[in-house]
């Protein structure tokens, strides 16, 4: 275990002229860029001499709240309750396991966040219509009046089933969206949701395989010969000290390992750690594998005493009884003895994902040979149409050679396992209300929810929606439109008021999603309010950060919990809301009745406030997904039907034997490829030739960070386009182009670079949306969900976002 001890104020005094010189140099110079230290001389603005009183700076620990799922210190040096620049983590030997948890270039620019001029600074209401962005400032007390007596006439009128919290990532602190649920529940609760616009799809197919979702820790790619990457690009996504890519490479560094990445761009992630990259076409992954498999059963290079010993479904003699001889198992599927009749062969998936058909027998061979081997998937190859699908079928790499639970192997899947100590919250009761929808469907439920069911829409918990979502509560996210699907559709459903009657949002900004606001709300942000902030994805060192309010509060901004303090009061709930408790009081409370009963050894809640940070490594070693069940799969069987990996899953046929699915929708038994709707094959690709796919920008978090400059400056916004697809087009690099199909255009410079597949374009989701919603709505901020679908993917009915057809041509 390793404690690391910082004092938290470490005091230290200066030239009162020369921070000031300091901080003008900064805004010009590089150094200012990712709010590194100011340069102390004063030569830049000349500070005065009379200027040179003593001032006192103080060090305030914080993190970065927003959800790219890596969490990171920052050290906030602030002068006269002003954030005068930011520095990350300096604590730890900087060896494994006590090493920095350095932010990255967005957390280091959080101070332009803090002090933006266009930060959110006082309660308001909409004046216009719904989108329109008009608002006049009310007072507080009219802000809580208007969201008590809403929220109670809307409860009285439609129950709580009409009452929706919407999925909002935009904090993550262990100590403060939580008060939302908290509030909610005490009244009767809402409408619940299952799944997450992150992993839907690949949270909902895996259990039908292996019983669950799980991932060796990616520090343990240390034991690797070979790593695989499907759609996995964490050297953007998860890109700080804090997180993966740290342990990836430390991990790679001790094994020398061999890294494929395969993807439809050349990532970063393929830049920096591989020996290969394969570009595929969208959305094929899966036929990959198929021919993979075909490879490998043909050349007989499959592990047979895994399949025989783990596995159901592989061949007939593990098949369900009753479908032996049917042809309905997998070798007969990927042989050509199914219904299709169809040898998946090299030649077949090369027409499908346009990978050669040579490197499929090669990467067949090579995965089939280097033990162990690891392949993983990130979540963009899940976050579509057939996401199902695929990743399941990405799994079979894994399961088809034994590497399963063992160290230097995987599962296959996302989800790279890390150690976490024990987790922590708001405490809040049940939500009452048992019916919820997919978190992808919540247009659908304000649209007509009283039409949804269980077998067409996902609907859980009921046959069907009894009333639509009549309430939103938003606290900090925006998906309402910007990162939800097709934004045309979304501004249509929500500018009805008669559906959705009232909308309650807290943001620090005017987000695309706050324009759909009837009371606006702004908030502190995390590190502006007692705050703590446990890891994630940070392989085998698990930690804490915790720290106070670094200034005190400034315009008439408040905390969530203040507010809804004020909220549970006119509602007559104040002392059962609070139990006496201010923030700093739940803080405490949190940590010492959540945390420290789980990890006896941690810091008190006193010591913790202290220092800040406490780091703790794994005492078990790398973490193996299933490794009970590799070593004894009769004592520790999976939670599958079989208590196997079921190849063959009969309870998924049997969960969906009564649904309706969508026209171009497919489930398929086995983890074998299913054309996606809105697919290269789909029809509407004689109309929008191109398909584009979206990916997470390392230039903000989603919308997050979306709008400091430097940092867009640094990250421009650009459609990826290959210069095939742009010399057919006349399209030369810089150019600005129209991207369209029949939800809406986005105009956007445009990249041409063959770091992308020919066929298919690229844009950075999290873009702010920037159209005129009353005129001709064309995007010019570069927001990839003007073009993307509502419609969900057909088990998850998740977001399919990157799976989309478009065409593109000079503006
Ligand atoms: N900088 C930054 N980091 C983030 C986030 C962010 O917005 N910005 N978001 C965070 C969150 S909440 C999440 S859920 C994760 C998301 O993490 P992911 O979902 O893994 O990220 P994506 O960029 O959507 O997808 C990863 C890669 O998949 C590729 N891809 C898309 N379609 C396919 C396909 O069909 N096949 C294959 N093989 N590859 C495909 C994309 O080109 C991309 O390079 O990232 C987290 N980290
Ligand atoms: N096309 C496409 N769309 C996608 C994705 C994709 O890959 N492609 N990815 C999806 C995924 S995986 C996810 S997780 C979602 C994420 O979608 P969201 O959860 O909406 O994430 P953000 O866009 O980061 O929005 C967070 C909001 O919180 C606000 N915020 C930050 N700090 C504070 C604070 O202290 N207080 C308050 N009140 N607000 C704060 C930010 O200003 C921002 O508006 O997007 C999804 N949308
Ligand atoms: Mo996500």
Redo the contacts with the bound molecule.
Sequence with gaps: MTITKEHSLSRRTFMKGSALAGLGAAAVGTAGLFGCAPATDSGAAGGGLADTAAVEEKVCWGHCSV????RCALRFHVVDDEVKWVETDNTGNDEYGDHQLRA?Q?GRTIRRWLNHPDRLNVPMKRVGKRGEGKFEEISWDEAIETIASEYRRILDAYGPESVYVQYA?GVNAGNIGGFLNRLVNMNGGCLGRYG????AQISQALPFLYGGRAANGNSDVANSKLVVL?????C????SGAGPTYHYMQGLEKSGAKVIV????Y?D?AAVHADQWIA??????AALVDACAYVMITEDLVDHDFLSTYCIGYDDATMPEELRGTGASYVDYITGKGADATPKTPEWAAAITLVPAATIEALAREIATAKPCAIY????????GNGEQ?ARAICMLAVLTGNVGINGGNTGS?LDGYYMPAWFGVPAEDNPVEVSIASFTWTDAVDHGEQMTATRDGVRGADKLSVPIKMIWNYAGNCMTNQHGDINHAHEVLSDESKCEFIVLWDTFMTDSAKYADILLPDLMAVEQPNIIQSEYAGNMAYYIAGDAITSPKFERRTLYSVLTDVADKLGQKEAFTEGLDEMGWLRRIYEEQALPGDPGAPTFDEMMEQHIYKKQCPEGEHVAFKDFRDDPEANPLETPSGKIEIYSQALMDTVADWELAEGDLIHPLPVYCPEAEGYADPLAEKYPLQL??????????S?YGCIEVLKAANPQELWMNPLDAEERSIVDGDTVRVTNDRGTVEIVVKVTPRIIPGTV?MG??AWHDADMSGDKVDRGGCINTLTSHRPSPYAKANPQ?TNLVEVARA
């Design positions: 959800n790219c799922e890596t990255c967005r990532s997450s616009y992150s992993s499907f759609g996995d690009n964490s953007e996504t998860k890109m395969v993807d439809p761009r990532t992630t595929i076409r969208p959305g094929t992954d998937q990130g979540k963009g190859p899940q976050r579509r695929t996302d796919t979206g990916f997470h920008f390392k230039g903000r978090t989603h997050s690229a989701q999290g990157h």
